[in-house]
């Protein structure tokens, strides 16, 4: 979404793509996310009109050098790459540079209009949710637009950016003010999603983000000199820019093996009964449709969500099979064991590279909203979102299924548990997702659908 972190070694910018979809109700599993998202939206337009209504006169070499950027900045946003960090799968893009590029090469009211131009035609041709893309858009707009009127204040604005060390250092504030806008938005929207407070995401959004800071100025200032040139050389420079983005992808690919092994891991373990083979892939299933009913969810924590789904139950290899498979009721000795398997889990995920959230969320599986959970009795939103949709999921998929120690429950009546442990076990807000999501299988008093999303979650 998106987002702000940058790599190391090269200048990135985790844009903030938060993903595809129609529905777009408002929500918001958090207060303070809305009226952040709101002040951002209205800054965001605030920009737009002030940029729409002062626009100068431009040449037909700005006009094709314009036109050459706002293609650029398309490109790499639309063909972006996600990779994970700390707070999870993030997406990755060089957008930043383009941007930076834009607020040193033209007038401020310019640059906006490329950015807001570029962002816009990725968000409808990839369809995101409305809600979403004005996440995307705002933080991009507002972070060019405050860059750019830096930037336009401070220089020297007849040369360009590199032309002395008077200029250099001003790219480089400009940059930062580009880089602090863009890490505070998302920590401020995102944050409270995520379960991470504000200064910790912010923290560590910006350590990562060092080098990009000391790259935009030189990698922005390149291009603007390129612009100077010709619309075509601009274009040019897109090649080596997106070069690293499929480098990532074979960095990811690698990733995928370590998490394919491990959900191997997790498949062989639930075969060994039948009465719990294939509960995590159809948890994960669950889980899938009731993210799909929350518009709030970013594109880049619903892949972390559904990858903890997938893997809730691996801290069950710690479990002896006399107590996992046990047809009656659990002693309470064996009940204590049994509840060490999220924290077992969370540390063996938590020992994979990037994989914090992931195992934050898998620790915090079975809270409950009234804090009656374990491992730590957290409650309410301190549970982790991921945490409190996936206790849902798990929850719907137990009953509706055959267990050692009793008959799976008819689908309409564990619906209507879900829906009446709403406030007590259950966060109100993904039970009423999980309604617009089950609620026709209730009715039909079938089990719900799940074959058909396998593919997307193992």
């Given at each position: 979404m998106t987002n702000s972190p940058s790599s190391s070694g090269v200048v990135f910018f985790y844009s903030i793509n938060l993903g595809t979809g129609h529905h777009i109700p408002m929500l918001g599993d958090s207060l303070r996310t809305r009226v952040w998202l709101l002040i951002l939206v209205t800054a965001t337009l605030g920009a737009v009109i002030s940029s729409a209504g002062s626009l100068p006169p431009m040449a037909a070499d700005d006009w094709y050098v314009a036109a050459a950027l706002v293609a650029l900045l398309f490109a790499v946003e639309h063909y972006d790459v996600q990779i994970a960090v700390s707070n999870g799968p993030f997406t990755m893009?060089?957008?930043?540079?383009?941007?930076?590029?834009?607020?040193?090469?033209?007038?401020?009211?310019?640059?906006?209009?490329i950015v807001l131009s570029a962002h816009v035609l990725d968000s409808a041709i990839a369809q995101r949710q409305v809600l979403k893309s004005a996440t995307n858009i705002g933080t991009y707009v507002c972070a060019t637009f405050l860059a750019a009127t830096v930037y336009d204040a401070i220089a020297d604005t007849t040369v360009s950016p590199l032309a002395n060390v008077h200029n250099i250092l001003c790219a480089a504030i400009a940059s930062l003010a580009f880089v602090v806008i863009s890490t505070s938005t998302f920590a401020l929207i995102v944050g409270p999603i995520l379960g991470i407070p504000f200064f910790e995401m912010w923290k560590q959004n910006i350590q990562t983000t060092a080098l990009e800071t000391i790259g935009l100025p030189a990698l922005g200032g390149m291009i603007a000199?390129?612009?100077?040139e010709n619309a075509t050389a601009v274009l040019l420079v897109g090649f080596p820019l997106m070069a690293?983005?499929?480098?990532?992808?074979a960095l990811n690919n690698a990733r995928?093996?370590?998490?394919?092994?491990?959900?191997?891991?997790?498949?062989?373990?639930?075969q060994r009964d039948a009465s719990t083979a294939d509960h995590s892939r159809r948890v994960?299933?669950?889980?899938?449709?009731?993210?799909?009913e929350m518009a709030e969810v970013p594109h880049q924590m619903t892949s972390t969500i559904l990858w903890a789904a997938r893997v809730h139950d691996l801290g069950k290899i710690g479990v002896r099979d006399a107590t996992l498979f046990k047809p009656g009721r659990l002693t309470a000795v064996e009940q204590l064991e049994m509840q060490e398997h999220p924290v077992?889990?969370?540390?063996?995920?938590?020992?994979?590279?990037?994989?914090?959230?992931?195992?934050?969320?898998?620790?915090h599986h079975?809270?409950?909203?009234d804090g009656k959970g374990y491992p730590d009795g957290l409650a309410g939103e301190a549970i982790p979102l991921g945490s409190r949709i996936i206790a849902v999921a798990d929850t719907y998929e137990a009953m509706t299924a055959d267990r050692p120690y009793?008959?799976?429950?008819?689908?309409?009546?564990?619906?209507?548990?879900?829906?009446?442990?709403?406030?007590r076990q259950f966060d109100p807000a993904v039970v009423r997702a999980f309604e617009r999501a089950f609620r026709p299988a209730a009715l039909r008093e079938q089990p719900a659908p799940h074959a058909g999303r396998l593919s997307t979650v193992a």
């Amino acid at each position: 979404m998106t987002n702000s972190p940058s790599s190391s070694g090269v200048v990135f910018f985790y844009s903030i793509n938060l993903g595809t979809g129609h529905h777009i109700p408002m929500l918001g599993d958090s207060l303070r996310t809305r009226v952040w998202l709101l002040i951002l939206v209205t800054a965001t337009l605030g920009a737009v009109i002030s940029s729409a209504g002062s626009l100068p006169p431009m040449a037909a070499d700005d006009w094709y050098v314009a036109a050459a950027l706002v293609a650029l900045l398309f490109a790499v946003e639309h063909y972006d790459v996600q990779i994970a960090v700390s707070n999870g799968p993030f997406t990755m893009s060089v957008g930043a540079t383009i941007a930076m590029a834009a607020a040193f090469h033209f007038d401020v009211s310019i640059a906006v209009m490329i950015v807001l131009s570029a962002h816009v035609l990725d968000s409808a041709i990839a369809q995101r949710q409305v809600l979403k893309s004005a996440t995307n858009i705002g933080t991009y707009v507002c972070a060019t637009f405050l860059a750019a009127t830096v930037y336009d204040a401070i220089a020297d604005t007849t040369v360009s950016p590199l032309a002395n060390v008077h200029n250099i250092l001003c790219a480089a504030i400009a940059s930062l003010a580009f880089v602090v806008i863009s890490t505070s938005t998302f920590a401020l929207i995102v944050g409270p999603i995520l379960g991470i407070p504000f200064f910790e995401m912010w923290k560590q959004n910006i350590q990562t983000t060092a080098l990009e800071t000391i790259g935009l100025p030189a990698l922005g200032g390149m291009i603007a000199v390129l612009a100077n040139e010709n619309a075509t050389a601009v274009l040019l420079v897109g090649f080596p820019l997106m070069a690293p983005q499929l480098a990532y992808k074979a960095l990811n690919n690698a990733r995928e093996s370590v998490r394919d092994t491990v959900e191997s891991l997790v498949d062989t373990l639930e075969q060994r009964d039948a009465s719990t083979a294939d509960h995590s892939r159809r948890v994960a299933e669950y889980t899938a449709a009731i993210v799909d009913e929350m518009a709030e969810v970013p594109h880049q924590m619903t892949s972390t969500i559904l990858w903890a789904a997938r893997v809730h139950d691996l801290g069950k290899i710690g479990v002896r099979d006399a107590t996992l498979f046990k047809p009656g009721r659990l002693t309470a000795v064996e009940q204590l064991e049994m509840q060490e398997h999220p924290v077992l889990g969370a540390d063996i995920v938590a020992r994979l590279a990037q994989s914090d959230s992931v195992a934050v969320i898998i620790r915090h599986h079975h809270e409950r909203w009234d804090g009656k959970g374990y491992p730590d009795g957290l409650a309410g939103e301190a549970i982790p979102l991921g945490s409190r949709i996936i206790a849902v999921a798990d929850t719907y998929e137990a009953m509706t299924a055959d267990r050692p120690y009793r008959k799976a429950l008819p689908t309409a009546v564990a619906f209507d548990e879900i829906v009446r442990n709403a406030g007590r076990q259950f966060d109100p807000a993904v039970v009423r997702a999980f309604e617009r999501a089950f609620r026709p299988a209730a009715l039909r008093e079938q089990p719900a659908p799940h074959a058909g999303r396998l593919s997307t979650v193992a």
